[in-house]
Nanobody, 124 residues
Framework: QERLVQSGGGSVEAGGFLRLSCTAS????????EAWFRRVPGQEREPVAR???????RYEDSVKGRFTVSRDKDTNSLFLQMRNLQPEDTAIYYC??????????????????WGEGTQVTVGS
């Protein structure tokens, strides 16, 4: 069974640091685009950061310079390090795998396997 299992997240004050993890099973994660999305209740799911098959990193402007996406092929895992967190980063964060190994844009419809989501809350 192909699945993604997340860990990490929680609550921090503004300026704080959190690390999210996402471990894949049933497939080789690095053969696809590996991504992080987030969703604020009542809003659409939005892309945060992605890493493609070749290792190219992509970040949304809102998190550039503060978030770092990385992967560990040995553990089939994806990570998101988030520093200098701000209240506007409060959301449910999801990891995802692309439908096609060659797709790595930011449309959530291009991803077909999702983690369960983890809450990140940043106090002001």
């Amino acid at each position: 069974q192909e699945r993604l299992v997340q860990s990490g997240g929680g609550s921090v004050e503004a300026g704080g640091f959190l690390r999210l993890s996402c471990t894949a099973s049933g497939f080789t994660f690095s053969n696809y685009c590996e991504a992080w999305f987030r969703r604020v209740p009542g809003q659409e799911r939005e892309p945060v950061a992605r890493i493609d098959r070749d290792g190219t990193l992509r970040y949304e402007d809102s998190v550039k310079g503060r978030f770092t996406v990385s992967r560990d092929k040995d553990t089939n895992s994806l990570f998101l390090q988030m520093r200098n967190l701000q209240p506007e980063d409060t959301a449910i964060y999801y990891c995802a795998r692309s439908r096609s190994p060659w797709y790595c844009a930011g449309d959530p419809l291009g991803f077909d396997t999702w983690g369960e989501g983890t809450q990140v809350t940043v106090g002001s």
